[in-house]
């Protein structure tokens, strides 16, 4: 097993104190060596614990777009196939395709000039196959980064 623990990038959705979502690439990097169940040999794991998760999919068709909206929840998105964009209140825009992964939370949004929240949708000629992960947590405000 290589000596190098892993760094592993995700984008980070967040609302600063002024109620407005940027975006800020990330990455998990507390890791540590062991066994996921002995006598299985040991592998890299970076445990992100939380109160409570619900998971689904969803599948955005072609040409799917959504008005300016917060997620519902702090969640992780990681497409499995197609590719999605998600566009934040600063302008910043941001396409992904299968195994890059988003956490979004920018619930602590305010409107401005009729944006509020975030702008997704689909790109390309197939749609967009989302695994969801819903967290119980409350979101945090004005901190990008918060998993390492």
């Given at each position: 097993m290589s000596d190098e623990k892993p760094s592993?990038?995700?984008?980070?959705?967040w609302a600063d104190e002024d109620g407005i979502s940027h975006q800020t690439r990330c990455a998990f990097t507390e890791f540590e060596e062991k066994s996921m169940s002995p006598p299985a040999p040991p592998q890299w794991q970076g445990q992100k614990t939380h109160d409570g998760a619900t998971v689904f999919v969803?599948?955005?068709?072609?040409?799917?777009?959504?008005?300016?909206?917060?997620?519902?929840?702090?969640?992780?998105?990681?497409p499995l196939s197609g590719r999605w964009f998600v566009e934040s209140m600063d302008?910043?825009?941001?396409?992904?395709?299968?195994?890059?992964?988003?956490?979004?939370?920018?619930?602590?949004?305010?409107?401005?000039d009729g944006k509020k929240g975030h702008r997704s949708g689909t790109i390309?000629?197939?749609?967009?196959?989302?695994?969801?992960?819903q967290v119980d947590k409350p979101p945090t405000t004005?901190?990008?980064c918060r998993f390492r």
């Open positions: 592993i990038p995700y984008w980070h959705l969803t599948v955005q068709p072609v040409g799917w777009t959504g008005d300016w909206h917060p997620n519902p929840k702090p969640q992780w998105i990681i302008g910043t825009r941001v396409e992904m395709g299968p195994g890059e992964i988003s956490f979004g939370e920018d619930q602590n949004v305010r409107e401005v390309g000629d197939e749609p967009a196959v989302l695994m969801i992960v004005g901190a990008a």
